[in-house]
């Protein structure tokens, strides 16, 4: 220990077991490492924050493009910051946009700008989105930028049918249902020369063939359901016209129901709103999820439900429907066990 105390005292440093004595070599001892991590924040490299990665804009409309067509844009992007700035990774999500000649990685220089090309391309009539997503060592990464466009027809004429889906729900087997569609002819005059579905359970009615729709006008055709048994049924109605959309499908679906001998009568209190009809809806749990059964609007407050099934329990609810088409919350459910 006497060796060990003489060696010390040679260094410079005092051998004591006090509180104060530690605390003063300690100190003394720190200062080395606050040098060293000053030194070592001094070499360490630039930070993310040097790249800066801007779009100008980061959003473009396409506006209308025929289908079958293309059309091209391209964004310009900066590296604002103060450092090379390196992309390594482009996708877009919408599978009618697709990018351009545009090879990976790309290299940016401070203050320098590249072009990015997308290019649109739309397979089916509507309004379309998608967004480019772009992977760098900018800050903030990754970039995104928005890009819309409208898929339309060529200036030919064109049949719309709507709406294009339409689902009957329930119907017993024996018996039929019914729901409403609407043709219009845009762009020019329509004229509509056979109707065949791919199912003999779906058919549509009063359509007197052939028959011409004038540019800008609108044809309502009712659509029949009768399900030969029980089980979901499933078929498309098609219009071979004129149109350069020619066949026009509309989408059905149905289920068949068997007879019973039980049915639900329903009946409830008229809204204290301005409803000009009700919905009814039935589920096989409190609190649904539930599925409309009436085909169509209700004005009147009571529903014969002739769907159900021997040894099931069912819950309904009921809606209230106003003129401007503002469906109220679901009301208080009702549990009808069928024997």
Not at 239 to 248: E, G, Q
Request: net charge neutral.
């Amino acid at each position: 220990m006497g060796v060990i105390y003489q060696s010390m005292r040679r260094m410079g440093f005092r051998v004591c077991f006090e509180t104060e004595c530690l605390l003063k070599i300690v100190a003394t001892r720190c200062f080395p490492l606050v040098l060293v991590v000053w030194l070592l924040g001094w070499l360490a490299p630039a930070p993310a924050w040097a790249q800066k990665l801007y779009c100008k804009p980061c959003w473009h409309s396409f506006g209308e493009v025929q289908i079958g067509s293309s059309s091209s844009y391209s964004f310009q992007l900066t590296n604002a910051g103060d450092k090379t700035l390196q992309i390594t990774s482009a996708s877009e999500q919408g599978s009618a946009f697709s990018l351009g000649n545009f090879s990976l990685p790309v290299i940016i220089q401070p203050g320098a700008s590249v072009e990015l090309p997308v290019i649109f391309t739309p397979t089916a009539k509507g309004y379309i989105n998608g967004i480019l997503t772009l992977v760098s060592n900018a800050r903030y990464s990754p970039l995104n930028m928005i890009v819309t466009g409208f898929a339309v027809y060529s200036s030919g004429a064109e049949l719309e049918v709507n709406p294009a889906t339409l689902n009957f729900g329930n119907v017993r087997v024996g018996s039929s249902a019914t729901l409403q569609a609407t043709l219009t002819a845009r762009n020019a005059s329509v004229t509509i020369s056979s109707d065949p579905s791919t199912s003999s359970e779906f058919a549509i009615l009063g359509l007197n063939l052939p028959i011409t729709i004038h540019a800008g006008q609108s044809l309502p055709v009712t659509i029949q359901f009768t399900p030969n048994g029980s089980g979901t049924a499933s078929g498309k109605a098609g219009l071979i016209s004129s149109a350069a959309n020619s066949p026009t499908v509309e989408q059905l679906t149905g289920t068949g129901v068997a007879r019973t001998s039980y049915n639900v009568y329903l009946s409830w209190n008229a809204s204290t709103s301005d409803a000009v009809g009700y919905n009814v809806f039935r589920g096989n749990v409190q609190g649904g999820p539930y599925q409309q059964i009436n085909t169509a609007l209700d004005a009147s407050t009571n529903y014969t439900d002739y769907t159900v099934a021997t040894g099931t329990a069912y819950y309904y609810v009921t809606t209230s429907v106003n003129a401007q088409g503002q469906e109220s919350a679901y009301s208080s459910p009702v549990e009808a066990v069928i024997p």
